[in-house]
């Protein structure tokens, strides 16, 4: 059974940094896209972060470089290294997984696998 496992949020003043992991069980995360999204109230979700299957490559949205890096590890955990964080990067945050090998940074529809969430909360 896939399963996806979020840990790491909290609340944190803006300029902070927190590490959010991912554990993952069913499958291999080096098989599959692997992403980070996030929700905040009365918004939309969006993919934030991705790491590819093949080569490890991966994408970020323009908001977020420089700031967050995406990476994964052969215990099949992801992680979300956020830096400098803003007021606006608060939210839920998802891992998810989609098998489907290519475009993982663009195709963030195809992702249909996701864990429970992690709460994001960054003050000013």
């Known amino acids: 059974q896939v399963q996806l496992v979020e840990s790491g949020g909290d609340s944190v003043q803006a300029g902070g940094s927190l590490r959010l992991s991912c554990a993952a069980a069913?499958?291999?995360?080096?098989?599959?896209?692997m992403a980070w999204f996030r929700q905040a109230p009365g918004k939309e979700r969006e993919g934030v972060a991705a790491i590819y299957s093949s080569g490890g490559s991966t994408y970020y949205i323009e908001s977020v470089k420089g700031r967050f890096t995406v990476s994964r590890d052969k215990a099949n955990n992801m992680y979300l290294q956020m830096n400098s964080l803003k007021p606006e990067d608060s939210g839920m945050y998802y891992c998810?997984?989609?098998?489907?090998?290519?475009?993982?940074?663009?195709?963030?529809?195809?992702?249909?696998?996701w864990g429970q969430g992690t709460q994001v909360t960054v003050s000013s």
């Open positions: 069913g499958f291999t995360i080096s098989s599959n896209c």
């Open positions: 998810a997984t989609g098998n489907f090998g290519v475009y993982c940074g663009t195709l963030w529809n195809r992702y249909d696998t």
